[in-house]
């Protein structure tokens, strides 16, 4: 059943004593168990609702929002583990299960893991699985230069934070370029630097396109209108009392200011920034 893994808005059908049927465009009827049912949910009405499998493998409709969806990752917390493998609490009634053939290192319950949900074709089941390279480096890149990225903070290594890129790409953050706590697991947003030739990605926190200069050209003369004038900073100051004022790179911000200086604006010493009269 190709809805499974899927959020839809399905009508409602009918009424039984187990819940209420929907219907999908293929004509497949689905159960949406009463404990899921709103109050207000009549027959013809339109419900959005997410589709998986329960404890027999029939097709089931939920209202709970998964944590991670179909060829996505999440971190997941291991509740259980046994003969079967290891299962996982991703938001849903029937927990996540990861094979021990799913599993790159053992998994302990209780513990946390990055998780990639796929569904097996064959079986038509949900399943996690930490092997996740297969699926993440087939993916063709379709992303350009500059481009906005969301990012999965997946890992840390001594020159930046691994990151996965748009739920299909590795990536790097370096750390020469972050001038804010990352944690594993944060969710953030980003621009694409660079391609390498492993097709790993560069990625940067702050975009260095000239349009977003511009941008923060505008936002720091407003911030000196504001300010009478002055601002007790500079492009000589440290990144990190740049980034507390504008949550961008030193580099991001020099180029900001430089338009300034450009069209005589501004007057740049060491120490501030100030108007010209």
């Not at 027999?56 to 996505?72: F, S, W, Y």
């Not at 930490?130 to 230069?145: A, C, D, Q, S, V």
Request: neutral net charge; hydrophobic residues 35%.
């Amino acid at each position: 059943m190709k809805e499974i893994g899927e959020t839809l808005e399905l009508e409602a059908l009918k009424d039984t004593p187990q819940g209420i049927y929907l219907i999908t465009d293929e004509e497949q009827e689905i159960l949406l168990p009463n404990k899921y049912v709103p109050s207000d949910l009549k027959i013809g009405d339109k419900i959005e609702v997410f589709i998986y499998t329960d404890s027999e493998d029939r097709p089931i409709a939920t209202t709970l929002e998964p944590k991670v969806k179909l060829n996505q990752c999440a971190f997941l917390k291991a509740v259980d583990v046994n003969q079967y493998g290891a299962f996982f609490d991703w938001g849903m009634e029937k927990d996540l299960l990861v094979p021990f053939s799913e599993q790159y290192t053992r998994v302990n319950g209780g513990k946390t893991y990055l998780i990639y949900l796929y569904k097996d074709e064959v079986t038509n089941r949900m399943v996690g699985t930490t092997k996740m390279g297969r699926f993440i480096r087939k993916n063709k890149l379709e992303i350009k230069t500059g481009e906005q990225v969301d990012l999965l903070v997946s890992g840390e290594t001594e020159i930046g934070y691994k990151v996965i890129v748009n739920n299909k790409h590795y990536g790097m953050v370096f750390k020469n370029e972050v001038f804010k706590k990352i944690n594993i697991g944060d969710k953030l947003t980003g621009y694409l630097q660079r391609v390498r030739k492993d097709d790993k990605l560069d990625i940067t926190l702050n975009s260095s396109s000239l349009s977003d200069i511009e941008v923060l050209s505008n936002k720091i003369y407003e911030r000196l209108l504001k300010e009478e004038g002055k601002l007790n900073f500079s492009d000589k100051s440290a990144p990190e009392v740049i980034y507390k004022e504008f949550q961008v790179s030193k580099k991001a911000f020099r180029r900001a200011v430089g338009l300034l200086y450009k069209d005589r604006k501004i007057i740049i010493t060491p120490e501030e920034i100030t108007l010209v009269d």
